[in-house]
């Protein structure tokens, strides 16, 4: 069989060489072959990336879980210290029985001993503001009697005239029987409300410097004319 003849116009046979193949240009060539195949480095390269954000996670969540634990720690450890410092923890609770307490329990056991120790703290305070008010009373009197006695050193039979504290009472008695008169002429008790309107309108008349000087002379008088 004869084989068939290729024209010198058959593209297939028009750019044949001598060697029977078709000419290819060598970009043509690179081409072909970098979208027919991969380069292993950039495979390597995505790799280790990967591998590395993996590793980037587990170590941030190595740290958190580990974050985590240290807080939970210091709250534990601080709920066993405010255990051991508050008194109330410590003692015996008849309607839990013998379980654990709990950080609820804990809590308010706390807050009710700060109270506590507010209100003594408050009560403290006042007792301390007296016992100063009373050092303070007893410094004056010691003044007092300090130069009472040094008078009485200086002056030995000074005091020898002195009234007895019968004659004051009888100073003092004359004084309020004087004031009773004219106050159980003034007051009147058909009510409280009026009693009280009373006795503020008895003060203002009765009670002036010039009224309580005039009374305690009639006084001092009548009882000197009683003694002499």
């Known amino acids: 069989m004869t084989e068939p003849v290729a024209s010198p116009e058959d593209p297939w046979v028009k750019g044949r060489g001598s060697d029977g193949l078709l000419p290819c240009s060598v970009p043509q060539v690179e081409a072909a072959y970098s979208d027919n195949s991969q380069d292993p480095d950039d495979e390597d390269s995505d790799y280790h990336q990967e591998s590395y954000k993996e590793s980037y996670k587990d170590r941030r969540r190595r740290a958190h879980t580990q974050a985590e634990q240290k807080r939970r720690d210091a709250i534990k450890r601080g709920y066993d210290d405010l255990q051991t410092i508050v008194p109330t923890c410590q003692q015996q609770d008849f309607s839990i029985g013998s379980q654990k307490l709990s950080k609820a329990i804990v809590l308010q056991k706390t807050i009710d001993y700060i109270q506590f120790l507010h209100k003594e703290k408050k009560k403290q305070e006042e007792e301390v503001c007296t016992l100063r008010k009373d050092v303070t009373a007893l410094k004056i009197m010691k003044v007092n009697y300090e130069q009472i006695v040094k008078a009485h050193q200086n002056n030995p039979h000074e005091g020898e005239d002195q009234v007895s504290d019968q004659v004051?009472?009888?100073?003092?008695?004359?004084?309020?029987?004087?004031?009773?008169?004219?106050?159980?002429?003034?007051?009147?008790v058909s009510s409280f409300q009026e009693l009280s309107a009373c006795v503020f309108s008895w003060i203002e008349e009765h009670c002036k410097p010039q009224t309580l000087r005039e009374i305690m002379v009639g006084v001092l008088h009548q009882l000197k004319n009683q003694l002499y």
């Open 168 to 188: 004051k009472f009888k100073v003092f008695q004359g004084i309020m029987d004087s004031l009773f008169q004219s106050f159980n002429a003034s007051i009147s």
